[in-house]
């Protein structure tokens, strides 16, 4: 097993403290080790100064939030950062679970006057204790009420060294961040990981359909070289570049793009390994386990999410369900119990997948599982299926019930098809059983804030819908 502390802190001691670690596109201010840790060291003092143990940090995408992971870590308070898109009733709720916590919803970065010249930077890190809660962050909250996941420092760092090992992550590194700096895909996988493996990053605006246009644009301009998006981002970035631009750049660079928070459509992952002459590598965690799988160059590209990382054990239940085990393992649930979460020393993920070749592929999630004529059909399964169509490009799939009867409904975007031959490819490829009851065409499929669809509130909507008809 690794010792954290101690890797830690001899990788903090080989960063060379003048080299730049962090470029905010945004506001163009660049920052050194020294510079940023500086900032951080002195931001405890003035915006962290507080008897409360926990801080909530109502912040967007900024250095000013980025900086104060850093200052909350050296301070030992336990952060909880909040998404300021959240709606105000969820906002409400987490105030109210931490009611003693400092809410803070700007951040002010103190003047610098001068460097720290009296403490090496690796002392602020011998100064932390890596076994204390430091981090607490909330699902989505699109199934109900949010769980406050909490972490320790010693957890982030743990996993994102595992991580970096295994996809190479080193001080060439020049990680674009566009993920939502709330959650953990924007914390442990954009700050984390490749501050450890002594990388660059470089903060660009909080992705969106609006900015998406810019993207390659800024990637270019910053050189970028490491990526982490969702299958979202990968289809609306390939729809945005029409020319060869991206493809010219990628060229003589070594590039490497994860892509998680959803499942990975095999048809979307083909046509832009084609197109960019690039890999991308699919990866599985969850907020409670952090990282638990990713594929590398060795990995067959078949759809798979990947090999285990170093010390993580994998195990299938009875009906398939995976459990796992990782020395990163979550502190338990800020607002509820975790016991219910565990079997024998594993963590219950939810999940379905199945093992070949030593590579794990996730077949669904449990509570997503449609059984008809006693035969177990997977929504993911149909999913894939339909996302290699000729024009279709989001699909979702779920049950509905409409008076007792349990439907399948499939709800898609892009060009609308017909109805029989969509189900036509469906039974063809997966059988009769997975034939569709019903299928919406929509513009586009709700997303909750941390980009994964809205399976709830579709299935909410169409029954709303089909009530309101009958």
Known sequence: MLDVRRNVIDKVKSFPYDKEMVLDSISKQKFSYRKLFTLAYRSREDVLETESEEIIAILDNSIELLILYFAAMFTGKIIIPVDPQKSENEIELIIKIHNNAKVIRNVYLCNLEELLSDRKIEELFLDIDFDKIFLVTYTSGSTGTPKGVMHTAGNLFYSAIAFGKKLKYNEETILCHVMPMTYMAGILNSIFLPFIMGGKIVVFPRFSVKNAMMFWKNVIKYQGNTFWLSPTMVHLLMTVDRGNMVVEYFRDKTITISVGTAPLPLDLKRKFERKYNVKLYQSYGLSETLFITSEDEMSSGDGSVGTLLEDVELSMDYDFEILVHVPWMFQGYSNVGTKEYFKEGN???????????????????KKDLILRGGINIY?????????????????????????????????????????????????KELGKQYKIDYFVYLDELPKNLNGKIDKIKLKKLYEESHDNKV
């Open 347 to 365: 963590y219950i993920t939810g999940d379905l997948g199945k093992w070949r070749e030593g590579e794990l592929y996730i077949t669904g999630r």
């Open 379 to 427: 929504p993911q399964d149909i999913e894939m299926c339909l996302g290699s169509w000729n024009g279709i490009e989001e699909v979702s799939v779920g049950s509905v019930f409409i008076g007792n009867e349990e439907r399948i409904v499939c709800w898609y975007t892009g060009k609308k098809q017909k109805e029989g031959n969509l189900n036509n490819k469906i039974v």
